[in-house]
């Protein structure tokens, strides 16, 4: 089946510097994607969100980027702050009108202070 | 203030046992999901109800059961005969397209005992 993956499953970076996450899905009739912080026994958060006519969203200090030609979606957050320790899911909409989100398995994001 | 509840935070189930988690949101949302998550992993699917006395398996249905009487509520069973049930709980709601993306609930985490 269709699915979303991730590259790196830890990433480490020093406070203050950027931190890029990395995504590639699958399902090339994706219409719609999603970045989901999930602290320590909490819920997902929604971070920032793109649509397929969209190559690039801002938000604050976090900027989503997506490349169709590769199917890969990826996010930036610039200075990072120890705040921003969280797993960090990305998801799609997996082509079928928004009907349900498929998510990728996560990336751990650690700042080192 | 609208959000999604989930009770309780934490549950212990003997084996054998049925145990019900409940999810209430008062978003008005059309659409409800059951997410399972594992330590290190992403969130599988489990159920969903995209409109009031109806709902579709997800990923990984079997074990698990679910009603939709009510817009504001979807809770889900976690039947006997769930082979691995300890795991964390989450539920989510959108409106009926997920193009505003989900809002989870706080999760319940299920541990037999």
Partial sequence: GESVGLHLPTLSVQEGDNSIINCAYSNSASDYFIWYKQESGKGPQFIIDIRSNMDKRQGQRVT???????????????ATQPGDS??????????????KLVFGA???????? | DGGITQS??????????????SCEQNLNHDAMYWYRQDPG???????????????????????????????ESFPLTVTSAQKNPTAFYLCASSPD?????????????????
């Fill in chain 2, 97 to 113: 397209r997920v193009y505003y993306g989900y809002t989870f609930g706080s999760g319940t985490r299920l541990t037999v005992v």
């Fill in chain 2, 41 to 71: 992993q992403g969130l599988r699917l489990i159920y969903y109800s995209q409109i009031v006395n109806d709902f579709q398996k997800g990923d990984i249905a079997e074990g698990y059961s679910v009603s939709r009487e009510k817009k």
């Fill in chain 1, 86 to 99: 969280a797993v960090y899911f990305c998801a799609e909409d997996g082509g079928e009108y928004g009907n």
């Fill in chain 1, 64 to 78: 989503v980027l997506l490349n169709k030609t590769v199917k890969h979606l990826s996010l930036q957050i610039a």
């Fill in chain 2, 8 to 21: 309780p935070k934490y549950l212990f189930r003997k084996e054998g046992q049925n145990v019900t988690l």
């Fill in chain 1, 106 to 113: 996560g990336t751990i994001l650690r700042v080192k202070s």
